[in-house]
């Protein structure tokens, strides 16, 4: 689910027939700063139903993405923060979208996601991954 009126009209209207709710509301940079917020209503509206909701945390660039691979201190930052906005908003978990990453990094790719899946587990909650193969060629 997008920011855009159009899908959240939509939740509100099929929110009974969703399992789970994965809103774009996060970003994070290479230094592991976090940024973004729920959407109050959709997430009231989520919780009353008793609907899980696992945000997403986006990511775009090689660059970037190379930079937060390479340091712990930023994903214990990005760590220390969906844990603290789980806590304070109910989170089930988050969903990693990290987007145009170069293939060199797919080593760095497993160990941000190990770390992560790591502190989130401990604290009960979930993680996944959006992910595209790479295509042939």
Known sequence: MTDNPDSIRSFFAHSGKID???PTWYNVDENGLVTGAP????????HREGLP???IV?????KKFHLLASSAEAQDRLNDAMLR???LHGYAGFQFDFENLDYL???GLSAVVTRS???LHKAGLQLSIATVP???G
Do not use: Q
Request: glycine share 4%; proline share 10%.
């Open 20 to 22: 789970l709710l994965v």
């Open 39 to 46: 959407n109050p209503s959709v997430l009231d509206t989520a």
């Open 53 to 55: 909701v696992m945000p």
């Open 58 to 62: 986006a990511l775009f660039g090689k």
């Open 85 to 87: 906005e789980a806590k």
């Open 105 to 107: 990094d797919r080593d």
């Open 117 to 119: 899946a790591e502190a």
């Open 134 to 136: 790479n295509a042939p």
